[in-house]
């Protein structure tokens, strides 16, 4: 497993992922981290609070999204699951436009074409046969972009993963698959999903694979750098398996003390990765105190910027149900459309 920077902080060096480990990159590296968790955190607050119908936490896999993500330039096309929050802020999009999905307002956020980042799938799996397919048409067009598909260990027992594997390199496509094996497909363990581990899979369909610790953003960067470097030169399709580890449920609605013990989930905060390189910039004095003073000023700014777009999310009006049903309005549509607006202005006359 490539490995650059330990649990304890120490740094090493690794031949497979070369990385030029300077102050400005770890502290940029630590900023995204530190301020994603922070959102993270409110939102799950907004979800206890009835605000959002439903979250999904990003906890401890921070540096495998931040890290992988800010490896890509700025034109590559991101396609995630429903999980990759780090990455998604990364990209700039914003905390309305993260919850407006999980608030119930609209089916999805954002606008993929202006981040290069596609909207949330919460299908499993389905999203690395739309980036395998999207690929596939970036190389036929010969422009100059990756693509990159994550997924979890879960997903990858999905039929369409395989497919998506199977048909990107026979296709050539330039793609990263980036999964994020975090241990957990929602309570059934890595031991009872697979007798192999997952980028040996993919070399059997004929993939570059890489094992790589996912709680260290730098070796994660390092890798995710080179292998977009690599299939953007022309080089086969690569598939990256970063170890991390969920630290939260599932989901909101999921109690993982059902299923896994204290024991290990203490193991893994052990190994948590903004602690990990928060331990290198402080002993490598690469941050002072206003560094960090700063940091959370800005991390209690983006809790209360997003519990205040939350709230501010406007409700949808109903008439979006007849009008985006369809890509145009069907007159079956229109007419039932019509009929509720005289029903509901019955209500205002009198």
């Not at 003390?257 to 204290?262: C, E, N, P």
Request: proline fraction near 4%; charge should be negative; include cysteine.
């Amino acid at each position: 497993m490539i490995q650059l920077l330990a649990p304890d902080g120490t740094l090493r060096e690794d031949g497979r992922a070369p990385l030029d480990v300077t102050p400005a990159l770890c502290r940029d590296l630590l900023r995204d981290m530190v301020l994603a968790r922070r959102f993270d955190e409110e939102a799950l607050a907004l979800q206890r609070q009835g605000e959002l119908g439903l979250w999904l936490m990003s906890l401890g896999q921070e540096a495998a999204q931040v890290g992988s993500v800010r490896a890509l330039a700025p034109g590559d096309y991101v396609f995630p699951s429903y999980r990759e929050h780090a990455a998604a802020r990364c990209r700039g999009v914003g905390a309305a436009e993260l919850l407006a999905q999980w608030r119930g307002v609209m089916h999805g956020g954002w606008d993929p074409a202006r981040y290069r980042f596609h909207i949330y799938s919460l299908v499993l799996g389905t999203q690395a046969l739309h980036a395998a397919g999207y690929a596939v048409g970036v190389r036929l067009d010969g422009a100059d972009e990756i693509v990159l598909a994550y997924f979890g260990d879960g997903a990858s027992s999905q039929g369409d993963v395989s497919e998506a594997l199977n048909w990107a390199a026979v296709a050539e496509a330039p793609i990263v698959f980036f999964c994020q094996n975090n241990q957990w497909a929602i309570s059934t363990g890595t031991s009872r999903q697979m007798a192999a581990p997952l980028h040996r899979r993919a070399e059997g369909f004929g993939l570059e694979a890489h094992l790589v610790d996912g709680n260290d953003v730098l070796a994660v960067h390092a890798i995710t750098a080179r292998a977009a470097d690599s299939v953007r030169r022309g080089g086969r399709p690569v598939f990256i398996e970063a170890t991390t580890y969920r630290m939260a449920g599932h989901s909101t609605s999921d109690d993982p003390r059902r299923y896994r013990s204290d024991d290990e989930v203490e193991s893994w905060r052990e190994r948590d990765p903004i602690a990990r390189l928060e331990r290198l910039v402080r002993a490598r004095d690469w941050a002072g105190p206003e560094y960090f003073d700063e940091l959370k000023a800005e991390s209690d700014r983006v809790a209360e910027q997003t519990r205040a777009a939350c709230l501010a999310l406007p409700d949808p009006a109903t008439d979006d149900i007849f009008r985006f049903t369809h890509t145009e309005e069907t007159e079956l549509l229109r007419e039932q459309r019509e009929w509720l607006e005289v029903y509901h202005s019955s209500f205002t006359a009198h």
